[in-house]
């Protein structure tokens, strides 16, 4: 949807070069996949196909908005981050990366530090994230 491109777009104006977007078929990774600018190569893939174990093998993060893949710990290792948009996600990925030195940032970190972001714009001055992220691992 709208915020995975999002996302795909902020990263690749970071300076990622290379973004794939794994969805449940190829169609809806096509769809999903922003128009890259000059430099940058985006890669459609469905959840099946063989590319993506290759691809997973070669990342350096991944960015989770729903469940589509068991973690593999042949990929995994100290060099990848691990970034969950959504609640509710399978804790095997992060707990098989965080047992091979990976880095992980949970949902609620990542939902704690936008909220934050938006009500700083609002009100001119610092947001506890500390306090909002308690109120997300808070939350049902």
């Known amino acids: 949807g709208p915020g995975t491109r999002a996302v795909l777009r902020e990263l690749v104006a970071a300076g990622a070069s290379e973004a794939a977007l794994i969805a449940r078929d ?6 999903g996949l922003p128009m890259m600018p000059a430099g940058a ?3 459609p893939l469905a959840a099946n196909d063989p590319r993506v174990a290759t691809v997973l093998a070669r990342c350096d993060l991944i960015v989770r908005s729903e469940d589509l893949l068991p ?3 042949s990929w995994l290792g100290p060099h990848l ?3 969950d948009l959504a609640s509710g996600l399978d804790a095997g990925w ?3 990366g965080a047992d091979a ?5 949970s949902w609620s970190d990542v939902e ?3 909220v934050a972001a938006g009500l700083r714009s609002v009100v001119g001055g610092e947001v506890d994230v500390a306090a909002l992220h308690e ?5 049902p």
């Open 26 to 31: 190829a169609p809806a990774a096509e769809r």
């Open 41 to 43: 190569h985006g890669r």
């Open 71 to 73: 973690p593999d710990g």
């Open 81 to 83: 981050t691990f970034v």
């Open 94 to 96: 992060r707990l098989a």
């Open 101 to 105: 030195g990976a880095t992980s940032v």
């Open 112 to 114: 704690a530090h936008r």
């Open 135 to 139: 109120t997300f691992l808070a939350a």
